[in-house]
């Protein structure tokens, strides 16, 4: 997961059973539960969050997780009830709100040289792709459904992931429900499973210009000497993301 310095964590991100859980059978865990499993504050933010757009603002508004008590992988209930989040997290909270509005809950794993990936919740309208992100790093939130594949959605991403270790590889995609009866959803506990499912995934490769990447590495270097404090938004493709 792309969590730069205090966010860092060595490459795959990472489930548990509380409120109403216990009732869903292996077979409903796979499906999207029904309204009664959700607390009425969950439910309520479900039906106000009815658009990717609406889902993105949410995260980009909910404070950063900085895990400054210990690493976390929580799930949607936990981010809900902590209000904070990182990347998984906040991808894994989108899946399940959207997946309520007749979205996939997939996931794209966005491989990286320096093995700090990148999570984010993707979705496609109009048979374009689009996505849902949360970082330290403004560049690396969401992109609006203007992508014909993933291959694309991922490019999009290259030019901001590149600091002063990262440089983007491959990607991998997974839907949630291959994970089976685990919860996902609910679970008190860290995700290790989906840590482990997405470390594990088939990634397809990224091939990139050495002279590219040392122009922007150069780029960002030159950035945050002068503004060690600030997350660049300088890149020409701005008006893709989706904030």
């Not at 009815?50 to 950063?64: E, G, H, N």
């Not at 990634?203 to 150069?218: G, N, P, T, V």
């Amino acid at each position: 997961m792309k969590r730069k310095q205090a966010e860092a964590r060595p490459r795959g991100p990472r489930a548990g059973s509380p409120r109403g859980v216990g009732r869903l059978g292996r077979a409903q865990r796979t499906r999207k539960p029904s309204q009664e499993v959700f607390s009425k504050t969950e439910w309520r933010l479900i039906q106000s969050l009815d658009t990717p757009a609406k889902v993105q603002r949410y995260f980009s508004l909910m404070p950063y997780n900085w895990e400054r008590e210990g690493g976390t992988l929580r799930s949607f209930r936990e981010t809900v009830k902590r209000n904070e989040a990182h990347c998984l997290e906040a991808a894994v909270g989108a899946a399940v709100i959207l997946e309520q509005h007749g979205f996939p809950p997939l996931l794209l794993d966005i491989e990286s040289v320096d093995l700090l990936d990148h999570v984010i919740f993707v979705f496609q309208k109009d048979g374009l792709w689009g996505s849902i992100g949360r970082s330290r790093d403004i560049g690396l939130h969401g992109r609006k459904p203007l992508f014909r594949t993933l291959r694309d959605l991922t490019w999009s991403y290259f030019d901001p992931y590149v600091d002063f270790s990262g440089r983007i590889k491959g990607y991998g995609l997974t839907n949630l429900n291959d994970l089976g009866n685990y919860d996902w959803r609910f679970s008190p506990r860290n995700m290790t499973k989906i840590e482990n499912h997405l470390r594990e995934l088939p990634h397809r490769h990224l091939s990139s210009s050495d002279k590219r990447y040392e122009q922007l590495l150069a780029r960002y270097k030159k950035y945050k000497k002068r503004y060690p404090d600030r997350s660049p938004a300088y890149y020409d493709n701005r008006r893709d993301w989706m904030l």
